[in-house]
């Protein structure tokens, strides 16, 4: 069974631009979550989308968004880019009924210039 | 003060030796706790998953959680050299703004030298 996977692995971008990031959950799996890990701050909440729809949101600026698209991938895009969003983003995926376990991609390190 | 606390480490221990790892937290509503092993250059993976209190147990893994003290471990018995990664524990509480959120510990590094 295929895991999660995100993509790119790597991004490299300049200040105020923009980033999109992909991740596409496991096979039966509906909900999909991001994470940020920043260097010295641990892995913090992003945002939880399940059947399409946002369903919660962490601590972040509006200008981190994204969506879900009806096959259940998803898409991360931050606006607007600073120096302390580089960090790696990680997606997770876990079936529809709350607080299943949550299974990580591997990542896509986003690297600000 | 964090919500959930974990001690950074590092961790060094010799092949064979029994690890443990703790987290406490301050927040009574968490009912779910997990623990995630993370590679270097990979994501988390999941390790443990438990409710409520209690002890669970999967190969030379064991979770422990103690709800009255806030506080929850995993024990690896005969630890070896692929185990060395960064453990992470994560908790989750049900409904309004923890739904869907998994809040993490710092995470230990452990390294277990042959």
């Known amino acids: 069974e295929a895991g999660v996977t995100q993509s790119p692995t790597h991004l490299i971008k300049t200040r105020g631009q923009q980033a999109t990031l992909r991740c596409s959950p496991i096979s039966g799996h509906t909900s999909v979550y991001w994470y940020q890990q920043a260097l010295g701050l641990g892995l913090q909440f992003l945002l939880w989308?399940?059947?399409?729809?946002?369903?919660n949101r962490g601590n972040f600026p509006p200008r981190f968004s994204g969506r879900q698209f009806p096959n259940y991938s998803s898409e991360l895009n931050v606006n607007a880019l600073e120096l302390e969003d580089s960090a790696l983003y990680l997606c997770?995926?876990?079936?529809?009924?709350?607080?299943?376990?949550?299974?990580f991609g591997d990542g896509t390190r986003l690297s600000i210039l | 003060q964090k919500e959930v606390e974990q001690d950074p480490g590092p961790l060094s221990v010799p092949e064979g030796a029994i690890v443990s790892l703790n987290c406490t937290y301050s927040?009574?509503?968490?009912?779910?706790f997990m623990w995630y092993r993370q590679y270097s250059r990979k994501g988390p993976e999941l390790l443990m998953y438990t409710y409520s209190s209690g002890n669970k147990e999967d190969g030379r893994f064991t979770a422990q959680v103690d709800k009255s003290s806030k506080y929850i471990s995993l024990f690896i018995r005969d630890s070896q050299p692929s185990d060395s990664a960064t453990y992470l524990c994560?908790?989750?509480?049900?409904?309004?703004?923890?739904?869907?959120?998994?809040?993490f510990g710092q995470g230990t590094i452990l390294t277990v030298h042959p």
């Open positions: 989308y399940d059947e399409g729809e946002e369903r």
């Open positions: 927040n009574s509503a968490f009912q779910y």
């Open positions: 997770a995926s876990s079936l529809r009924a709350t607080n299943q376990p949550q299974h």
């Open positions: 994560a908790m989750s509480a049900s409904g309004g703004t923890s739904y869907g959120k998994l809040t």
